[in-house]
């Protein structure tokens, strides 16, 4: 557990000042995801400023070394290409990261949890899956171009939540494939479009593994252990 430094009055207010700024905590190696409010003009969404500024997060912490990382997550999800990058960065982390999402994790947010080694979220937060808004305009060519992208990044978003909800309790039970989760996961998404669940439902389904408060993950101080 990464204990924090003794900090003089000055020294508090600059760690107070650099966490609202840069969304960091040096000392113990946290970083706040979340949309740059004075920036964008969708309320709290992932655009390019918060995927750079969590890149730029995640090398400082690497570079000091390679202890675990907490990311708390608060974002109602955002742009593919920006939230992918800060799956991709997560991914390739060579520290441990573990995301906790609060209020919410929907959408883009639902899918960059997927990306760390552990994804716990609070107890009254909901998570959300569903196909992604297109919105397209040119002439037929460019327009066809954009359907078809828009699918293939379809079934790479299945691909992600498939190769971690196989191991959860609803489909381990069922003794499901993942080529058979792949397809319950198409499923309720064309039939739903918005499909909920309780932060305890997103456990079970293997969307995420614990809920803050269950054994080894009692309170956030666990999770920077």
Not at 6 to 15: G, V
Not at 88 to 107: E, G, Q
Not at 193 to 212: C, I, K, N, P, S
Request: charged share 25%.
């Amino acid at each position: 557990m990464v204990t924090p430094k003794r900090r003089n009055i000055s020294q508090r207010s600059e760690m107070i000042y650099d966490t609202h700024e840069f969304g960091l905590l040096l000392d113990t190696r946290e970083i706040f995801l979340n949309s740059d409010m004075g920036y964008t003009y969708d309320e709290a969404m992932i655009d390019h400023r918060s995927a750079n500024t969590f890149a730029r997060n995640i090398q400082i912490l690497n570079n000091i070394s390679n202890e675990p990382i907490l990311v708390h997550m608060l974002t109602n999800g955002g742009d593919w290409d920006y939230g992918m990058a800060i799956y991709d960065t997560i991914k390739a982390s060579p520290s441990d990261i573990t995301i906790l999402a609060y209020a919410h994790a929907r959408s883009m947010s639902s899918i960059m949890p997927q990306a760390a080694k552990w994804r716990v979220i609070m107890p009254h937060a909901d998570f959300l899956i569903h196909y992604g808004y297109l919105g397209v305009e040119g002439n037929y060519t460019s327009v066809v171009e954009e359907v078809d992208w828009s699918k293939k990044s379809t079934e790479v978003m299945i691909d992600i939540y498939a190769e971690r909800c196989q191991h959860g309790e609803f489909f381990q039970e069922k003794s499901m494939t993942y080529e058979q989760v792949r397809k319950w996961l198409r499923d309720k998404m064309s039939y739903k479009q918005e499909v909920y669940f309780t932060a305890r439902e997103a456990v079970h389904y293997g969307f995420m593994d614990a809920v803050l408060g269950d054994t080894e993950f009692e309170n956030i101080s666990c999770l920077k252990e």
